[in-house]
């Protein structure tokens, strides 16, 4: 009796040894496939994962601003968080985090911080400085900012506002270079700002399903985190345009920190992409003759959006106004369409909307806006295509002409010369030509920046790595649960 009940003792245990080998070798197998390049569905999830203990009461990623809004609004997000401790969690290290579970490896160190305006004194900028000609740059005085915000404009009273400094923040002053309206009655310029994050892969697919482009104004910074979601806006044939590094109103900074704002977000996005942006919207909209001439010498048109069309949907969060107020004055302005005029014939035109796509809460209201306005007769369009612009990136980027060819509303993928082409440019297909054509960036194959921060090199080696890790760490959970079983 003795012997049996050890028998038995180590049989149990024996089973239990096999269990404990079989979860070891799936924690193995595991921990092998996190090492690799992971699908952007995985890694999103890795994004959003939830925090950890200690940091539970920290804003979520998805939903923070961290310098998109003054310090002022931040507040009411975070109730009273101190900006210091907002940061905590951006660490370089929380973003080369990011990075390891990101199809596109981006090498932080080799752009500037975060949310951060970037140093003038880099060799990168200084060199971009000198490409400027400053006797053409207007002589205006950096503007004040306000206290609680010195990088959101603080205007003085009206009779002190320099009429020819054209201050579109303080006196509503437009030039006529400045983008506002589409051109064409009905078309609907549908623009959002502050990505990339994880909300814009929502409304991405939204926009896909209904066979809609949009504008996307990036910022530079939110490519450090997101730079897969970047790209596949491209590839979904969306439009992306141009939103500096770190949200900073422009006529606070200097001549040399606005350069640096807007080079480095180029290049960051050149090197994510292959494309070169043409369009700027001023963080707040806004801007001077001063940053006027300095984006414009840097090949950027200034796009700002139609009055009575700013949605105000960034305050949602801040719990400052309530979707059905917004919706109310959405439809209001529909109702007063007739106001979206031509500045130089007074003719009908279309108008331009501000949105964001920083959160879920923003996204979900432009599905119920994009509703309201299309069964209104509008026809949601991205930038390019409201202006009728066939090349809406700057230079030799590639596909630059395709993304503005027609536009594209209730999913009817017809140009206006009745060719099955895509108007973003992606699926081109020219008549009688296979459904089944792969679906191609807007910006075709970018362009290997020989400098580029981007590692894009070892995935295919990695991901034949990770198969064979998992098989082998298949076969060994077998193996050894069939020896200790069968013991």
């Known amino acids: 009796m003795p012997s049996k009940d050890c028998s038995s003792s180590t049989m149990f245990s024996r089973r239990h040894l096999a269990l ?8 193995l197998s595991v921990a092998s496939a996190n090492s690799s390049p992971v699908s ?30 003054p310090s002022f609004l931040a507040k009411h997000i975070y109730g009273g968080i101190n900006r210091q401790e907002q940061v905590e969690d951006d660490s370089i290290e929380v973003q080369r985090e990011r990075n390891s579970h990101s199809r596109i490896r981006i090498n932080v ?10 140093d003038v004194n880099h060799p990168q900028v200084k060199a971009w400085v000198k490409e400027i000609d400053w006797s053409k740059v207007p002589n205006i005085p950096v503007a004040p900012g306000l206290a609680d915000a010195p990088r959101f404009p603080n205007c003085p009273p009206d009779d002190q506002v320099n009429p020819d400094h054209c201050w579109w923040s303080c006196d509503s002053c437009l030039q006529p270079e400045d983008v506002v309206s589409c051109p064409t009655e009905g078309h609907w310029g549908l623009t959002y700002d502050d990505g990339p994050s994880v909300a814009s892969k929502d409304i991405v697919k939204y926009l896909d399903e209904r066979s809609l482009s949009a504008t996307f104004f990036i910022v530079g910074s939110r490519v450090l985190e997101y730079p897969d979601i970047l790209k596949e806006q491209v590839a979904s044939g969306h439009h992306i345009a141009m939103h500096t590094w770190s949200h900073g109103g422009l006529t606070t900074l200097t001549n040399e920190q606005i350069v640096a704002e807007i080079k480095w977000t180029e290049k960051i996005i050149r090197d994510v992409t292959g494309l070169t942006m043409k369009y700027v919207r001023p963080p707040y909209g806004d801007c001077d003759n001063r940053v006027r001439e300095i984006l414009r010498q840097m090949g950027y048109i200034n796009v700002i959006w139609s009055q009575g069309w700013d949605t105000n949907d960034w305050r949602l969060p801040q719990k400052t106004i309530k979707t059905p ?10 109702d007063n369409i007739a106001l979206v005029k031509s500045r130089e014939t007074g003719a009908q035109e279309g108008p331009i909307t501000l949105e964001h796509d920083l959160t879920l809460q923003t996204v ?8 309201i306005g299309m069964e209104k007769g509008l026809k949601p369009m991205n930038l390019a295509q409201c202006l009728s612009d066939p090349t809406p990136y700057q230079g030799k ?42 679906k191609v960036p807007a910006g075709g194959a970018p362009t290997q920046d020989p ?11 990695a991901t034949s790595l990770q198969s064979s890790l998992r098989a082998i760490a298949l ?5 050894v649960a069939s020896y200790f079983l069968a013991l």
């Open 109 to 118: 160190d080799q752009y500037p911080p975060k949310d951060q305006i970037p």
């Open 451 to 461: 400098a580029s921060a981007i590692d894009t090199k070892g995935n295919s080696a």
């Open 325 to 334: 107020d917004i919706i109310s004055t959405f439809k209001n302005a529909l």
């Open 40 to 69: 952007t569905e995985e890694a999103m999830a890795l994004l959003t994962r939830p925090a950890a203990a200690a940091s539970v009461s920290r804003p979520r990623n998805d939903i923070n601003y961290h310098g998109i809004v």
């Open 397 to 438: 980027s590639k596909g630059s002409a395709a993304v503005g060819q027609a536009p594209k509303s209730g999913g009817n993928n017809t140009t206006s010369d009745g060719n099955n082409t895509k108007s973003d440019g992606n699926n081109t297909k020219s008549p009688g030509s296979s459904n089944n054509s792969k």
């Open 20 to 27: 404990l080998a079989v979860l070891a070798l799936s924690t």
């Open 364 to 371: 979900d209201l432009s599905k119920s806006l994009i509703s």
């Open 475 to 479: 076969g060994g959970i077998f193996a």
